[in-house]
């Protein structure tokens, strides 16, 4: 988890300072939970989801990940972040592991991702171009799709 501070050297209890201090973010790990190695020719079969509940309802923001029918998920109190209120933008995709790195896919991959909304409305997500990690792959990304209805989602392909 992370939280923009505008003084890093005032981070809250409990939290930690980013060792690179032109970062004004204080950042806290939360609970894990052990997951299987996932083969990427079996990405196929993995979903992944991000939850987070409404502002004072005492309930839990949850990430989830299944894989090949078994779930893993973690909790955290929805008080932590109140990310329910703020959470405006997802980015997902399948890049290199920290550090700017890049991850390398043989040639003729192709990977579709689909990434869902559900804010109780019927309204297209947006599409915004860039990204907000440093860490990349070697795919093209291809054209993205927003789409509105019961499940609002944009839907991207990326292939070399």
């Known amino acids: 988890m992370l939280i923009n501070s505008d003084d890093y050297n005032r981070c809250p209890a409990g939290w930690d300072e980013p060792i690179d201090k032109t970062i004004k ?4 790990n ?3 939970v052990a997951a299987p190695y996932i083969p990427v020719g079996n990405l196929y079969l993995t979903t992944l989801a991000g939850y987070a509940s409404t502002s004072g309802s005492g309930a839990t923001d949850t990430v989830m990940l299944t894989y090949n029918g078994n779930a893993y998920s ?3 109190p929805e008080a932590t972040l109140d990310i ?8 997902f995709n399948i890049f290199g592991n920290g550090n ?3 991850l ?3 040639p003729k991959t192709s990977i579709t991702v689909n990434l869902q909304v559900n804010d109780a409305t019927t309204y ?7 990204g907000t990690t440093g860490e990349t792959n070697n795919l093209t990304l291809g054209a993205c799709i927003a789409t509105p209805g019961v ?9 070399n």
Not at 25 to 28: E, S, V
């Open 30 to 32: 939360s609970l894990a």
């Open 25 to 28: 973010a204080c950042y806290k």
């Open 124 to 130: 297209a997500p947006q599409c915004l171009p860039g």
């Open 74 to 76: 973690v909790n955290q």
């Open 100 to 102: 700017g790195s890049r």
């Open 104 to 106: 390398y896919f043989k």
């Open 151 to 159: 499940t609002p989602s944009i839907q991207f392909t990326e292939s």
């Open 84 to 91: 329910g209120q703020v959470w405006k933008q997802s980015e």
